[in-house]
């Protein structure tokens, strides 16, 4: 590669590097205009374990929560903009909870479990495909990395474990109390395995952050010293003239049932 061409590379990553720091340090430094205020408690160390890494930066997150919504129902059901929250809890809800806030409903009651979710920004794609990956193994198969317009790369952390049933009809239950009670049992098994999932990606992330420490540094030493280099060892046979194909040679077998893939979407907006 000539010198010149090397040289516009370097620079070009290292403007993008100094871009993403500020972002970064935008971000962090803004108030949390969430409805609660602050990190939910289930993912304060998630967030705090990947803001601590240069490549990385959370913008928003929500460890999970069951909610009581009133409003005028459309195709898409119930929108939080243009209603009413009657009730909205991050741990495991009782019925007697439910109950009474459906009495304050006066339209299209909607009870929903919205599951885990987590937006990060990250410094390049390879790191988005990392931590994907850590999404994946963890459960979050709806999970999904965008670039935008200006090349922010964002990776959303999703499940497909949600809930959303109407209980009642301008301001009528249409529903017993046994079946609320039922929605309930399975919203709160629900909230359970989000919150083990959520365990299970933050113990994979510190692994994968781990090994790619190590990595990185094994790199470096190898680089620093040539006499850390192995050299290849000669294959009596091929001296013999017989061609036996090494196992390097073999062509890689990939199952594609199994390869979630990365999911890049081009967006037509600024992030």
Same mark, same amino acid.
């Given at each position: 590669m000539p010198k010149w061409r090397a040289g516009t590379l370097n620079s070009s990553r290292m403007d993008r590097s100094a871009e993403f720091k500020r972002w970064k340090a935008q971000c962090l430094s803004k108030a949390d205009l969430s409805r609660k205020g602050s990190v939910d408690e289930d993912v304060i160390e998630l967030v705090q374990l990947l803001n601590a890494r240069e490549q990385f930066f959370t913008t928003s997150s929500c460890?999970? /929560?069951?909610?009581?919504?009133? !409003?005028?129902?459309?195709?898409? !059901?119930? &929108?939080? &903009?243009?209603c009413c929250w009657l009730l909205v809890t991050?741990?495991?809800?009782?019925?007697?909870?439910?109950?009474?806030?459906?009495?304050?409903?006066?339209?299209?009651?909607?009870?929903?479990?919205?599951?885990?979710?987590?937006?990060v920004q990250c410094r390049q794609l390879q790191d988005a495909q990392m931590l994907?990956?850590?999404?994946?193994?963890? !459960?979050? /198969?709806n999970s999904g990395i965008t670039v935008g317009k200006r090349g922010k790369i964002m990776l959303a952390v999703r499940s497909t474990h949600g809930l959303e049933v109407p209980l009642s009809h301008k301001g009528k239950l249409m529903v017993t109390e046994e079946y609320i009670e039922f929605l309930l049992n399975i919203a709160n098994q629900k909230m359970e395995e989000n919150k083990k999932r959520i365990e299970r990606f933050y113990n994979c992330l510190q692994l994968a952050l781990e090994r790619e420490t190590t990595n990185s540094h094994t790199k470096i030493k190898e680089k620093n010293n040539?006499?850390?280099?192995?050299?290849?060892? /000669?294959?009596?046979?091929?001296? /013999? !003239?017989?061609?036996?194909?090494?196992e390097n040679d073999k062509e890689p077998e990939i199952d594609d049932d199994n390869d979630p893939g990365i999911n890049v979407a081009i967006f037509p907006k600024d992030y």
């Amino acid at each position: 590669m000539p010198k010149w061409r090397a040289g516009t590379l370097n620079s070009s990553r290292m403007d993008r590097s100094a871009e993403f720091k500020r972002w970064k340090a935008q971000c962090l430094s803004k108030a949390d205009l969430s409805r609660k205020g602050s990190v939910d408690e289930d993912v304060i160390e998630l967030v705090q374990l990947l803001n601590a890494r240069e490549q990385f930066f959370t913008t928003s997150s929500c460890a999970g /929560r069951i909610l009581l919504l009133d !409003g005028d129902i459309n195709g898409l !059901g119930v &929108q939080k &903009q243009n209603c009413c929250w009657l009730l909205v809890t991050h741990i495991p809800c009782i019925k007697d909870d439910v109950m009474v806030a459906l009495k304050k409903a006066n339209g299209d009651a909607v009870f929903k479990f919205e599951p885990f979710v987590l937006h990060v920004q990250c410094r390049q794609l390879q790191d988005a495909q990392m931590l994907h990956s850590v999404a994946i193994d963890s !459960g979050f /198969r709806n999970s999904g990395i965008t670039v935008g317009k200006r090349g922010k790369i964002m990776l959303a952390v999703r499940s497909t474990h949600g809930l959303e049933v109407p209980l009642s009809h301008k301001g009528k239950l249409m529903v017993t109390e046994e079946y609320i009670e039922f929605l309930l049992n399975i919203a709160n098994q629900k909230m359970e395995e989000n919150k083990k999932r959520i365990e299970r990606f933050y113990n994979c992330l510190q692994l994968a952050l781990e090994r790619e420490t190590t990595n990185s540094h094994t790199k470096i030493k190898e680089k620093n010293n040539p006499f850390c280099t192995p050299k290849k060892k /000669r294959n009596p046979e091929k001296l /013999r !003239g017989k061609c036996i194909p090494e196992e390097n040679d073999k062509e890689p077998e990939i199952d594609d049932d199994n390869d979630p893939g990365i999911n890049v979407a081009i967006f037509p907006k600024d992030y």
